[in-house]
């Protein structure tokens, strides 16, 4: 999904929540890449919104589903070059919804460093130029929220990310197919 772009809230969820990282484009591939020079196999760095349907991803016990309906991921507005950022370990992480503070975290918050991901995702995939690796998000999402909050129809969404820039997301529900209002008693044919 392009930047500024809206996502379809499918009408299988009601637990739509965001999911702020950062994302990593590798430049140059390879596989068994140790941590010592994964960094130079890095092209830049992104924002990534990693929508995932909190239910979902409860009912099925996987991701699949969860995270992989059309349009989630929205990444972007830009790509800034690895040389272009000193320390991707050390980068504030902050995501609003409707203008209201969800997540202020930073990467040094990380489970796993850049450098560790690229170790162990290259130690059975071979990384591609081109590839886009998820990060993982800080604490702040809207199912740890006391109550938990999600997404709906109309939310505007920005993540941010310190020195690569901010990617706004907005939210419409799936419309309901006709079949579906056929079986709930609405209208006809």
């Known amino acids: 999904t392009d930047p500024g772009a809206s996502v379809t809230r499918p009408a299988a969820t ?3 929540d965001l999911e702020c990282e950062l994302a990593v484009v590798i430049g140059r591939g390879g596989s068994h890449i140790r941590s010592e020079q994964a960094l130079d196999h890095v092209f ?3 924002v990534l919104n990693d929508l995932t349907a909190r239910d979902l991803q409860r009912e099925d016990r996987q991701w699949l589903r969860a995270k992989g309906w059309d349009g989630f991921a929205p990444m972007g507005p830009m790509i800034v070059t690895a040389d272009e950022l000193d320390d991707p370990g050390n980068l504030a992480v902050r995501s609003w919804v409707n203008g209201e503070p969800w997540q202020d975290s930073s990467t040094a918050n990380m489970i796993w460093d850049v450098a560790t991901l690229i170790e162990f995702i290259s ?3 071979r990384l591609e130029s081109g ?3 998820a990060t993982g998000t800080p604490a702040g999402v809207g199912h ?3 109550p938990p ?3 709906a129809d109309g939310d505007e969404i920005l993540c941010e990310i310190e ?3 901010r990617l706004v997301t907005r939210i ?3 419309l309901p197919r006709a079949d579906h209002l056929l079986a709930a008693g609405v209208g006809s044919l």
């Open 163 to 165: 020195g690569i820039g």
């Open 44 to 46: 830049g760095y992104t």
């Open 149 to 151: 909050r999600y997404l």
């Open 14 to 16: 009601d637990r739509l």
């Open 131 to 133: 590839d886009v690796l």
């Open 172 to 174: 419409s529900d799936e």
């Open 144 to 146: 740890f929220h006391d």
């Open 123 to 125: 130690r059975s995939i």
